[in-house]
């Protein structure tokens, strides 16, 4: 219960207004009564019959409340490298200790985190010791390509008497952030002609492409004697 300014005569005119009214049963009389969610500063003003004015205030502490707990669902793009490191302090949305009491964070994992999403516990602790909790995640996502590197063309002798050549595609190393890269071509055989071009694709686990072309120079070796 609240106690406002103390009158010595009470009479019919005279009126009291309360600040925060939104957590009083009334804003308008001397005793309301307080429902607050956190520490607050009531104000009141007092205007007597005779249209006196007099101010005042009272703080209410909320005793004993736990910490509410708000959490963040993040999504973060990768920008080197395959995994973000983010604190607890990234998942928080806004948590409060209805007492004002000073708060720390964790998390649970606490990371680094990889492509995909991971659930994260996250715990809200007072100096009390009182805890509370909320389930935030964390979703990383990849949209950088894999790397091939330009490709010399490949110089190979042409089989006995023809003008292909028979031989199997050296496949050429691709890096990527993640480093989990398939390398595949577009030829259905293993016999070039002389010019002919191959496109190499290097696709990572999350779909990212890039391409490199490479030609194949077939060369005469000349008879066989």
Excluded at 143 to 157: E, G, N, R, S
Excluded at 181 to 200: K, L, S, Y
């Amino acid at each position: 219960m609240l106690a406002g300014i103390v009158a010595e005569i009470v009479t019919s005119n005279e009126k009291y207004e309360w600040s925060a009214a939104t957590s009083l049963n009334s804003a308008f009389i001397r005793t309301p009564l307080a429902s607050p969610s956190k520490k607050q500063t009531y104000e009141v003003k007092y205007t007597d019959a005779a249209n006196c004015v007099a101010t005042g205030s009272t703080t209410v502490d909320v005793c004993g409340a736990p910490p509410i707990a708000r959490c963040k669902e993040l999504r973060v793009e990768l920008k080197d490298g395959c995994q973000v490191v983010k604190t607890a302090d990234d998942f928080n949305a806004g948590s409060e200790s209805p007492s004002g009491l000073p708060l720390k964070f964790s998390i649970e994992p606490a990371g680094p985190f990889t492509i995909g999403t991971t659930k994260v516990l996250f715990t809200v602790t007072d100096s009390n010791g009182a805890t509370s909790t909320c389930n935030g995640s964390i979703t990383v996502f990849d949209k950088i390509a894999p790397v091939i590197p330009a490709l010399d063309p490949i110089i190979v002798d042409n089989d006995p008497n023809s003008c292909l050549a028979t031989f199997a595609l050296p496949v050429p190393i691709a890096t990527d952030n993640c480093n989990e890269v398939i390398v595949t071509h577009d030829q259905t055989d293993e016999v070039f002609e002389n010019g002919a071009v191959v496109t190499w694709t290097a696709q990572d686990r999350s779909g990212n492409k890039s391409t490199m072309t490479q030609t194949v120079i077939v060369q005469n070796a000349g008879p066989v004697m």
